[in-house]
């Protein structure tokens, strides 16, 4: 080959690029379309993401899954808002290219307004489009998080401003508690008597503990605030652990949902440190209890 005689333009050279591009790409999906089972389920998920131009989009992930473990994800598009209707727009634009509209028997996805909603939501206008039913299958850990958010303001009543009060003040008082002098059911008079006349609470101890400890040990914890909530459940049962600071709170606001049932725990293992009132010391002693003996499992 004379090199003399080749064309090194950027543009040629870009436009080569694109043409590569474009191919693999065809290839990939013809491969994948070959492969996509029958029977689908629908996924998608919204993320503000930065954009080449600095500022952030929001992109949704959408995929597929299907039977022995199969799983496609069709693409991750940009859209102009969070709302029902452009992100069902989206998700069938990647459905209809991938030609799976027939296949599609169930969506998973968050329990987000913009998903759920009766008039406008995603799930409702992708059912209408489809033309037939489908099976709802809502996040279990966003369907567990309506659950947790009703125990604590049962027990703690609920905020009007974006903070939580009582986390507020726990953050504020971090400097001056120490993690390693924490009350657990075993020190607790109150709760050493619960769990003695209690048999079903007993049990419901003894399970989790039990859990708790496999799970911790198996270290597979998809985030590490799950991890935190494991271990300060297992410690609060009385469950020995290395003797290591509990981490400081961070985030306060109320979006932060597993923010209730972590910061909860470390308040009732650290309240003789703190100024808490007669009603607080009950309510936090409630969710606590209520997380460590009940709520793990769905966390888990």
């Known amino acids: 080959m004379d090199i003399g005689s080749m064309v090194v333009l950027k543009s040629t050279v870009h436009r080569a690029r694109i043409a590569g591009r474009e191919q693999a790409a065809e290839k990939i999906v013809e491969l994948r379309n070959q492969e996509i089972p029958e029977r689908l389920v629908l996924h998608w998920d919204g993320k503000l993401l930065p954009s080449l131009s600095g500022d952030t989009e929001d992109r949704i992930a ?23 209707r452009n992100v069902a727009a989206v998700v069938l634009k990647e459905v209809d290219e991938a030609g799976v ?18 008039v406008q939501g995603a799930c409702i206008r ?3 489009e489809l033309g037939r039913s489908l099976l709802w299958l809502a996040c279990r850990h966003h369907v567990h998080e309506v659950i947790l958010k009703d125990v604590f303001e049962a027990s703690l009543g609920s905020s009007s401003g974006p903070d939580i009060g009582i986390f507020k003040r726990l953050r504020d008082r ?9 009350e657990t059911v075993e020190t607790s008079e109150d709760l050493v008597e619960f769990f003695a006349t209690n048999d079903t609470a007993s049990k419901l101890k003894d399970d989790a503990l039990a859990f708790l400890k496999e799970a911790l040990m198996s270290k597979n914890h998809p985030r590490e605030d799950y991890e935190e909530l494991l271990r300060l459940s297992y410690l ?11 981490r400081r709170p961070g985030a306060l606001h109320q979006a932060r949902w597993m923010a209730k049932a972590i910061y909860c725990l470390k308040l009732q293992m650290l309240k003789s440190q703190l100024s808490l009132t007669g009603r607080e010391k009950a309510g936090v002693e409630r969710v606590a209890l209520f997380v460590a003996l009940v709520y793990w499992e769905a966390m888990a």
């Open 62 to 84: 959408v995929l597929l899954t299907g039977e022995d473990d199969a799983e496609f994800l069709l693409g991750v598009p940009a859209s102009s808002d969070s709302t029902g």
């Open 101 to 118: 509209r027939d296949k599609i028997i169930a969506f998973c996805f968050d329990t987000t307004a913009s998903n759920t909603g009766m």
């Open 126 to 128: 992708i059912k209408q």
């Open 174 to 182: 971090w400097s001056f508690v120490d993690s390693s002098q924490r």
């Open 236 to 246: 609060f049962l009385g469950g020995e652990g290395p003797a290591k600071p509990f």
